[in-house]
T-cell receptor, first 115, second 112 residues
Framework: AQSVTQLGSHVSVSEGALVLLRCNYS??????LFWYVQYPNQGLQLLLK??????LVKGINGFEAEFKKSETSFHLTKPSAHMSDAAEYFC?????????????FGTGTRLLVSP | DARVTQTPRHKVTEMGQEVTMRCQPI?????VFWYRQTMMQGLELLAY????????DSGMPKDRFSAEMPDATLATLKIQPSEPRDSAVYFC??????????FGDGTRLSIL
């Protein structure tokens, strides 16, 4: 079985500051890991995904995430926040042996960016 | 860019009425998912299909909800009769074994 824990339902940063959104997962088999972003009145949009290979994954809009198996973590970072990054972010996991099928989502973290 | 298309984007109706939400998955995607999002419960998986066959609908209230895929280009989610507690945003997503899920922009449903 898989589960995802996102620490912090809300994270506030100033424009230009580092963004760090935390995600820890539990999976009985090797996982695929994902970050999605949701802007107001829109659906979820894929930011980045980890499948196999390089553990540091780069996504859209300057975001990246690092898969750390020993820590069962997949934290999302961006060096410098922009006002347009304000949105809700969801971490998700699926078992590698099922491909990109059923995802288990975390409860989401709302990122607030102040000028 | 290929997109998942959901209609209608907004629906307001009175309790007891039938509601039908439609989804056109991305061409070539063989898996379709229905989710419901509310402030209280967050994102919930209602049902999903692979190659038009239902695989799991355990998240769906069986007495009033039904989901179908009449063909590969159309998925439907129906509520009959609707109740105020069904008010939510309903998302459709599509994917495949080598393509992650792509989401539509949702149907915002209000039951009065």
């Amino acid at each position: 079985a898989q589960s995802v824990t996102q620490l912090g339902s809300h994270v506030s940063v100033s424009e230009g500051a580092l963004v760090l959104l935390r995600c820890n997962y539990s999976s009985s088999v090797p996982p695929y890991l994902f970050w999605y972003v949701q802007y107001p009145n829109q659906g979820l949009q894929l930011l980045l995904k980890y499948t196999t290979g390089a553990t540091l994954v780069k996504g859209i809009n300057g975001f990246e995430a690092e898969f750390k198996k020993s820590e069962t973590s997949f934290h999302l970072t961006k060096p410098s926040a922009h006002m347009s990054d304000a949105a809700e972010y969801f971490c998700a996991v699926s078992p590698m042996n099922t491909g990109f099928q059923k995802l288990v989502f975390g409860t989401g973290t709302r990122l607030l960016v102040s000028p | 860019d290929a997109r998942v298309t959901q209609t209608p984007r907004h629906k307001v109706t009175e309790m007891g009425q039938e509601v039908t939400m439609r989804c056109q998955p991305i061409l070539g995607h063989n898996t379709v998912f229905w989710y419901r999002q509310t402030m209280m419960q967050g994102l919930e998986l209602l049902a999903y299909f692979r190659n038009r066959a239902p695989l799991d609908d355990s998240g769906m209230p069986k007495d009033r909800f039904s989901a179908e895929m009449p063909d590969a280009t159309l998925a439907t989610l129906k509520i009959q009769p609707s109740e105020p507690r069904d008010s939510a945003v309903y998302f459709c997503a599509s994917g495949s074994s080598n393509q992650p899920q792509h989401f539509g922009d949702g149907t915002r449903l209000s039951i009065l």
